[in-house]
């Protein structure tokens, strides 16, 4: 089991910058790959960036550029810095992780952060 806890969501203007963090604990020996979805009202949850182990980076198009990911595993902390951020930004953000365990993955999700960019 992992279980992941989020921070750093709030209400910014168009233009502005959040820092998210997501902590984990529990069998973090485990994990592979950990990011960060997101999820607008009367929209799908979608990607906008994930890291590997070996901080290798994905990024959603919609967000190249203005986002970056990155990662301390000493912490088990994952971090989304949001720059240049758009009120198309606005959605909750959720944290994923990816444990691998005897050829398996099962995913695991934070509770969620409300991202808020006014205009």
């Known amino acids: 089991q992992v279980q992941l806890v989020e921070s750093g969501g709030g209400l910014v203007q168009a233009g502005g910058s959040l820092r998210l963090s997501c902590a984990a604990s529990g069998s973090i020996f485990g994990i592979n790959a950990m990011g960060w979805y997101r999820q607008a009202p009367g929209k799908q949850r979608e990607l906008v960036a994930t890291?590997?182990?070996?901080?290798?980076?994905n990024y959603a198009d919609s967000v190249k550029g203005r986002f970056t990911i990155s990662r301390d595993n000493a912490q088990n902390t994952v971090y989304l810095q949001m720059d240049s951020l758009k009120p198309e930004d606005t959605a909750v953000y959720y944290c994923?992780?990816?444990?691998?365990?005897?050829?398996?993955?099962?995913?695991?999700w934070g509770q969620g952060t409300q991202v808020t960019v006014s205009s």
């Open positions: 994923n992780a990816v444990l691998t365990y005897a050829g398996d993955s099962y995913n695991y």
């Open positions: 890291i590997t182990s070996g901080a290798g980076t």
